[in-house]
């Protein structure tokens, strides 16, 4: 399969994940300006709020939505009360293009990040703290995804 195809399954994963709009789209994104880690994380949240309009603690995407109560159930089951989960999405800003970062998830001073892939291929693309295969979210596997996620949050 050629790189471009991967990437636009790729892509299609992380719109579906995210539960976009359709007419979004990353085409014409070709030159994003490096932003610093930290503050890649402060323009993903405000991109959130303004183009893409998530609410970043009730996600309405059904898998989004799935990840986040799993999530929620094992830091539950800890007994981790740090405060609330939130869930950004971080397509099409710095933190995605330069540091391969899809999303992240936050709790009080604890950040998650993760990578959307649509295959894996046999390679190590660990730049993210939590690699989600699009294979691996049917119910029993995204329990195993939402117990990494929480245990890099406590």
Known sequence: MSTEKVRDRGREWEVHFFGLPERIT????????YVDYR???????ELQRRRFKINPRKPTAPVTRSLMECVEEFLRLQNIRKGKLYLYCSLGTSLDFHHG??????????????????????????????VIPRNRCKNHEMWRIAKEIAFNLS
């Not at 503050?39 to 949240?45: D, E, K, R, S, T």
């Not at 970062?101 to 993210?128: E, H, I, P």
């Open 101 to 130: 970062v899809d999303g992240f998830f936050v709790l009080k001073d604890k950040v998650v990040t993760f990578d959307l892939t649509a295959s894996m291929d046999g390679k190590d693309r660990r730049k993210a703290d939590v």
């Open 39 to 45: 503050n890649g994380l402060y323009q993903a949240i």
């Open 26 to 33: 990353f085409k014409d994104i070709k030159d994003v300006p």
